[in-house]
Nanobody
């Protein structure tokens, strides 16, 4: 059974930084693309960043230049470094992957950016 556990969320002032972590278990982590999504109150869940097994990355336009996704295959962990945070980045952030055809989500971690 694949499990994804996010951590690192919290309250930060606008302009500040946070680093989210997502620890994966029960999966051959190194071969899976990993994704970060977020969902703000009253909004749909949206893709934030993706990193492939080879380390290629892709970002939503709203976070390009501010967020960086990375992975450590030895630790089965994916990270999201978030800089220059804005109040509109406030959301629950989720880690996601597909493993052998099944979709898995973490429980989410709250990020709140105050103005």
């Amino acid at each position: 059974q694949v499990q994804l556990v996010e951590s690192g969320g919290g309250l930060v002032q606008a302009g500040g930084s946070l680093t989210l972590s997502c620890a994966a278990s029960g999966t051959i982590f190194s071969i899976n693309a990993m994704h970060w999504y977020r969902q703000a109150p009253g909004a749909q869940r949206e893709s934030v960043a993706t990193i492939t097994s080879r380390g290629s990355t892709n970002y939503a336009d709203s976070v390009k230049g501010r967020f960086t996704i990375s992975r450590d295959n030895a630790k089965n962990t994916v990270y999201l470094q978030m800089n220059s945070l804005k109040p509109e980045d406030t959301a629950v952030y989720y880690c996601h992957t597909f493993d052998r055809g099944w979709s898995y989500w973490g429980q989410g971690t709250q990020v709140t950016v105050s103005s």
